[in-house]
């Protein structure tokens, strides 16, 4: 099956600071990738849809401010969550696919904001 | 509006038993999909299952089966003659033809012990 990476696995930051994570496609090209997050012991929710070269779409709720997406290529999407907080420690989990695919996941980043 | 329904949070069961997973979803749209992942104390998403809301056909994949039936939307996963390593989170998701968004369901917390 197709291979989604995601870089750090685990990261822990001060409050106020910004933290970037990478999904990357290792094996194909990802016309569209997800972010999703999930608090302890709850399920995943989608935060936005990435489109190759375009903006983000976010889901409602979702600060578009606070969490910065970039898909600049067709195999690499980035989650830059700005100004961290305590409240923002969270799994984040992306996903990619082709075209008609389904939908690879990644790894999965646990964010701890002290 | 799409939602999924795990109204099992866990489920404990020794090793050899059998196990049905319930998924109940809701959708207004006549062509989507269901899927099932497993999630391990890892964390990664595994997947195990896409079905097409065409296809009523239930699937076996070894000591795994699915059954679908829209008359009662639902989509029930089964593990025969559980394992220790089946110990995880399976997710139930729904995902409508023309959006890539994934609907995922609470979770149900599978123990399995030997």
């Known amino acids: 099956g197709a291979v989604v990476s995601q870089h750090p696995s685990r990261v822990i930051c001060k409050s106020g600071t910004s933290v970037k994570i990478e999904c990357r496609s290792l094996?194909?090209?990802?016309?569209?990738m997800f972010w999703y997050r999930q608090f302890p012991k709850q399920s995943l929710m989608l935060m936005a849809t990435?489109?190759?070269?375009?903006?983000?779409?976010?889901e409602q709720g979702v600060e578009k401010d606070k969490f910065l997406i970039n898909h600049a290529s067709l195999t690499l999407s980035t989650l830059t969550v700005t100004s961290a907080h305590p409240e923002d420690s969270s799994f984040y989990i992306c996903?990619?696919?082709?075209?008609?695919?389904?939908?690879?996941f990644g790894p999965g980043t646990r964010l701890t904001v002290l | 509006a799409q939602k999924v329904t795990q109204a099992q949070t866990e489920i404990s069961v020794v090793e050899k038993e059998d196990v049905t997973l319930d998924c109940v979803y809701e959708?207004?749209?006549?062509?989507?999909?269901l899927f099932w992942y497993k999630q391990p104390p890892s964390g990664e998403l595994v997947f195990l299952i896409r079905?097409?809301?065409?296809?009523?056909q239930n699937e076996i994949s070894g000591r795994y089966s699915w059954n679908f039936q829209k008359s009662t939307s639902s989509f029930n996963f089964t593990i025969t003659a559980s394992q220790v390593v089946d110990s995880a989170v399976y997710f139930c998701?729904?995902?409508?033809?023309?959006?890539?968004?994934?609907?995922f369901g609470t979770g149900t917390r599978l123990q399995v012990f030997p």
């Open positions: 996903s990619a696919r082709q075209a008609g695919a389904e939908q690879f």
């Open positions: 094996d194909f090209q990802a016309t569209t």
């Open positions: 990435s489109n190759e070269g375009s903006k983000a779409t976010y």
């Open positions: 959708t207004r749209d006549t062509t989507y999909y």
């Open positions: 079905r097409n809301s065409f296809d009523e």
């Open positions: 998701a729904l995902s409508e033809a023309d959006t890539d968004k994934l609907i």
